[in-house]
T-cell receptor, first 116, second 110 residues
């Protein structure tokens, strides 16, 4: 099956710094990538949808200036948490969708962010 | 907006028994349903899916049942094993929008 990777798998940063998380589709071209956030013992909440070469579409309540998303190529999307605060600590998961099957999303392994 | 929920947040079963995890949804336009398994610290893993023109689909040790009349979805795991311990999410599509349910933690007792 298709593989999606994320890097880093976990990161600890100081409050006020910015953190970049990468999401890569390893063996297929992802026309669309999705970024989810998951709090402990909670479900996945969609943050934004990004299409290659265009601006991301953010869900209601998600600050686009806080969570910068770039989908510069068909295999890479990045999520940058700017001026991170402890409440940004969470599990961030990306998924990718190819051109052939519009409803098949392949999920990455997630990135654990801890902001001190 | 869409509401997808689960009846039981935690399910504890004895190894070897069958497990049933339930999910209710509200959007009658939903036409494609997926069950995911998520182990601690990992991303969701696809288990099985079903389209709205079916009411049952079987995989290896897993069966998904869909009752569109009452908007209910269930995942049955036969002969539950310790490796099945995880959180299970139902998710559904309406158009190209995927929505996740709240999740049920399955604990398998040896």
């Amino acid at each position: 099956g298709a593989v999606v990777s994320q890097h880093p798998s976990r990161v600890i940063c100081k409050s006020g710094t910015s953190v970049k998380i990468e999401c890569r589709s390893l063996d297929f071209q992802a026309t669309t990538m999705f970024w989810y956030r998951q709090f402990p013992k909670k479900s996945l909440m969609l943050m934004a949808t990004s299409n290659e070469g265009s601006k991301a579409t953010y869900e209601q309540g998600v600050e686009k200036d806080k969570f910068l998303i770039n989908h510069a190529s068909l295999t890479l999307s990045t999520l940058t948490v700017t001026s991170a605060h402890p409440e940004d600590s969470s599990f961030y998961i990306c998924s990718a969708r190819g051109q052939r099957h519009a409803r098949t999303q392949y999920f990455g392994p997630g990135t654990r962010l801890l902001v001190l | 907006g869409e509401s997808v929920g689960l009846h039981l947040p935690t399910l504890s079963v004895q190894e070897g028994d069958n497990s049933i995890i339930n999910c209710a949804y509200s959007n009658s336009a939903s036409d494609y349903f997926i069950w995911y398994k998520q182990e601690s610290g990992k991303g969701p893993q696809f288990i099985i899916d079903i389209r709205s023109n079916m009411d049952k689909r079987q995989g290896q040790r897993v069966t998904v049942l869909l009752n569109k009349t009452v908007k209910h979805l269930s995942l049955q795991i036969a002969a539950t094993q310790p490796g099945d311990s995880a959180v299970y999410f139902c998710a559904l599509y309406a158009g190209n929008m995927l929505t996740f349910g709240g999740g049920t933690r399955l604990m398998v007792k040896p």
